[in-house]
């Protein structure tokens, strides 16, 4: 057993960056070039849909401003990825993919089974209120609000039947509206095809370090079913992810619980079938669905009292096994139709969701109502579930036209957007034992009782966004290489919100029902323009420069319980903004030996939403409101090159300095006297730095089959900066126990053989087998129980994929 010291043990997520994609050309006295530019530190490359030159250099198609274009001419910074990097990669999940980017980070709460998720780019990180960063399925949104309590994060897309991933950094405002206030992930499915047939299967084994198996098997597969006129495309696909962490129910009055090992396990399943009918010569009518089912049998959270991670001992105490499931449903049809020099495109999808999981909150409640030191369960049978529901149903509808000449001397998009979502959430905890933990009746000290006789605290939310927008983008030529771009967005979006409350947790001010639901509105009606210049130097060589606005929308407080009654809040809470500049550039160099993308930003972010947890009588409860000020500054390096026919180097470098620029204070509901809620310079989530180097090298294996090794090595920094309530006694929330996430280096290794569309490989993840500890959480300040989790120990497996 391993002895708790929580002081300087974790330190934010590690955040990666990763290397690109094999490029196929000759080099001769370039190959000094390439060595110093790739060792002086840290570029990534970028690989996405390609179309292959007569060097035989990849050019990536993306379609990041709705329309199909090669990423070295779109003036936006854009990390993308093709099926067969992403395979290379061995990326299966959103996770590795926030491994792989510069700036995109991915946070998850070290309570309960770690759903609760926030995505982010470049610093642009919130957990209250509206998503700052817009999740795509195609051409669907699917990013979820955080409301009070929300147990779930957005519902991210396994890696399988997929054609891209395409992230896109900085505002999106004018062409993706709110929700991408910070930028944008797509994942994009591959489109049925009226000429060939493809086939695509993958099946992996593997085994984690003093854990479980893991494996997984899918095929994906199109064809025309009538030529010209109908085709098909569809998958299935399956994966289980072995567990390493076992659990050890840990209660005073008994301390000789059953072990269960592996108990972290999950597995997912994915279909999707679409249907490709050519109505006419110029019109294609195309349904999709797409159907996803995710399970965790337990936490990835473990105690610090009682494990010993360098010994690969991940061990949790909770009395109650913590499950979670989290499926969605997602029709679409696409229709497109040509006119000459018009294009129109329509999109309507219908996202269905419904996610549920179990919580502990024995050892919360023992700290909180009992002030048990050490907080562990200590009646016989002691237990406190948390239920926890989320559902998602949203209705989008786009509609847009565009141009296609591409010789025109105005380029434009334009369209209209409709969306209406339907969030509910739903939260209890039951707590049969909380009386017995009390010298008085729970009634003197709350004013109420156990709602039902059971329930502690009961929460539900009901949540309808609307939002209506116009939106239109034109590019410019001003001469043959320099053009303008030129954006707008009108939106009106309507927030209604209803919140019922029970329980003695939530116990009214005014002493009303035990059970009261509050209900408001907030209306918006953003307008996020976009402005750039872009000079073609020649057809090897982009720069610009840009600006734009991001937005989401604002929110409705519920009322505070009868603790909090020297505490006023806002009914509501507005939007907030941001204003990206960014400038940079897309290179092909050396006779397009070596391929680069640079870009500087600087971000102001405005009235930004945040959640308020006085604490002291008002513990457990709090608000969101519009509370201060930040920057974020930075840059990011991506490259890839061919150093001799067998030899390829990629590697990326990202910097992001997001800080407040002003000190916030809120009212203390004891004194009355003002506490600090954030400091000028407290920095937002993630790591400064995030590194990535990659080495490719090809040979001849076994007569015609080609023999390869895949080696990457990816870094990212201890976040340096410091919340202010992690080192000022007069800071809400102040807890001195708690520190950032340390720096994080994990080693990958692949080598393999492929001949033809077969391709059998041999993989060592995390080769050194390095566990930080990351993700630092307790139930209370002063509770000496402190929760972690960490990184998938050394994994060994083997994959066999087929393309054909």
């Not at 057993?1 to 690109?20: N, T």
């Not at 179309?51 to 993308?80: C, H, N, Y």
């Not at 930028?183 to 085994?207: C, H, L, M, Q, W």
Request: proline share 6%.
């Amino acid at each position: 057993m391993a002895s708790e010291s929580p002081l300087g043990l974790g330190y934010p997520p590690a955040q990666i960056s990763v290397g690109g994609a094999q490029v196929h050309y000759t080099v001769g006295s370039r190959r000094l070039a390439l060595l110093l530019v790739s060792s002086a530190g840290g570029l990534t490359a970028v690989t996405a849909t390609a179309q292959t030159s007569d060097e035989g250099l990849q050019e990536v198609v993306v379609t990041a401003t709705k329309q199909e274009q090669p990423l070295s001419k779109v003036p936006i910074s854009i990390a993308a990825y093709t099926a067969e990097t992403m395979d290379r990669e061995g990326v299966r999940s959103i996770d590795d993919i926030v491994q792989m980017t510069p700036g995109l980070t991915l946070s998850r709460d070290s309570f309960g089974g770690g759903t609760s998720t926030n995505i982010s780019i470049r610093g642009i990180s919130s957990d209250s209120g509206a998503a700052t960063t817009g999740i795509y399925i195609d051409d669907v949104p699917i990013q979820i609000r955080t409301n009070p309590q929300t147990a779930f994060g957005t519902s991210f897309p396994q890696v399988f039947d997929l054609e891209r991933i395409e992230v896109l950094r900085g505002p999106q405002g004018t062409l993706f509206g709110a929700g991408a206030e910070g930028g944008a992930v797509r994942f994009i499915t591959p489109t049925p095809s009226f000429s060939r047939t493809n086939v695509y299967a993958r099946s992996e084994v593997a085994s984690t370090y003093h854990g479980g198996l893991s494996y997984e098997a899918g095929a994906a597969g199109g064809t025309p079913l009538i030529d010209q006129t109908l085709a098909v495309q569809a998958s299935a696909w399956y994966r289980e992810d072995g567990g390493y962490l076992d659990r050890q129910p840990h209660n005073t009055s008994d301390l000789g619980a059953p072990i269960y090992h592996d108990v972290n396990r999950s597995d997912v399943m994915a279909f999707r079938g679409a249907l490709a009918y050519k109505a006419t010569a110029n019109m294609v009518i195309t349904p999709s669905v797409f159907y996803q089912r995710w399970s965790l049998h337990d936490t990835g959270n473990f105690w610090g009292t009682l494990s010993d991670p360098a010994d690969h001992n991940f061990v949790s105490g909770n009395v109650l096994r913590q499950p979670a499931s989290d499926r969605f449903v997602l029709p679409s049809l696409k229709l497109e139709a040509d006119f000459g020099v018009l294009r129109l495109t329509s999109i309507s999808g219908y996202f269905d969701r419904k996610a549920q999981a179990t919580q502990d909150y024995t050892n919360l409640d023992t700290a909180f109502i009992g002030g048990v030191i050490p907080p562990y369960p200590f009646l016989p049978g002691q237990n406190a579930p948390g239920t926890i529901g989320a559902q998602q149903q949203d209705f989008t509808q786009e509609v847009r036209l565009n141009s296609t000449d591409a010789t025109a001397r105005i380029k434009w998009t334009a369209g209209l957007f409709y969306s209406r979502s339907r969030q509910t959430e739903s939260f209890s905890i039951q707590d049969l034992f909380a009386q017995q933990m009390l010298p008085v009746p729970i009634e003197l000290i709350f004013g109420e009782g156990l709602s039902d006789g059971r329930y502690l605290f009961l929460a539900y939310n009901n949540t309808l966004e609307k939002q209506l927008a116009a939106f239109g983008q034109a590019d410019v030529k001003l001469t043959d290489q320099l053009s303008a771009t030129l954006g707008l967005r009108y939106s009106k979006s309507t927030l209604d919100f209803a919140r019922t409350l029970g329980g003695p947790l939530n116990y009214p001010q005014d002493g009303g029902p035990d059970l009261r639901t509050t209900q408001g509105t907030q209306t918006s009606k953003p307008v996020t323009p976009k402005v750039g210049i872009n000079y073609q130097v020649n057809d090897d060589n982009l720069v610009y420069a840009s600006a734009g606005k991001g937005f989401r929308v604002g929110g409705v407080n519920p009322p505070l319980f009868v603790g909090c009654t020297n505490l006023t809040v806002p009914t509501t809470f507005g939007p907030d903004s941001t204003w990206s500049y960014e400038i940079g550039s897309k290179n092909r160099l050396f006779d397009g030996a070596l391929r680069l993308q640079e870009s500087l930003f600087y971000i102001r972010w405005s009235d930004i939403q945040q959640f308020v947890s006085p604490g002291g009588a008002c513990a457990g409860n709090g608000f969101r409101d519009n509370l201060g000020q930040a920057v974020s500054k930075g840059f990011d390096l991506q490259a890839e090159g061919r150093v001799t026919h067998n030899l390829t180097l990629s590697a990326a470098i990202g910097y992001v300095d997001a800080a407040f620029s002003k000190t916030v204070s809120v009212t203390d509901p004891i004194t009355g006297n003002p506490d600090v809620f954030v400091s000028r310079g407290d920095t937002l989530a993630g790591p400064p730095w995030q590194l990535t180097g990659a080495v490719d090298y090809t040979f001849n294996a076994f007569g015609e089959r080609e023999g390869y090794v895949h080696l990457e090595e990816r870094y990212s920094s201890h976040n340096d900066g410091r919340k202010a309530s992690l080192d000022d006694p007069n800071a809400v929330g102040y807890d001195p126990t708690l520190r950032m996430d340390p720096a994080v280096s994990q080693l990958n290794l692949r080598f393999g053989a492929r001949q033809g569309g077969l391709d059998a490989s041999l993989f060592v993840n995390n080769v050194f087998d390095k566990t930080p500890l990351l993700n630092i959480s307790h139930d209370t300040a002063n509770s000496p129980l402190f929760y972690y989790n960490s990184v998938r120990p050394r994994t060994i497996g083997i994959t066999v994929t087929y393309r054909h």
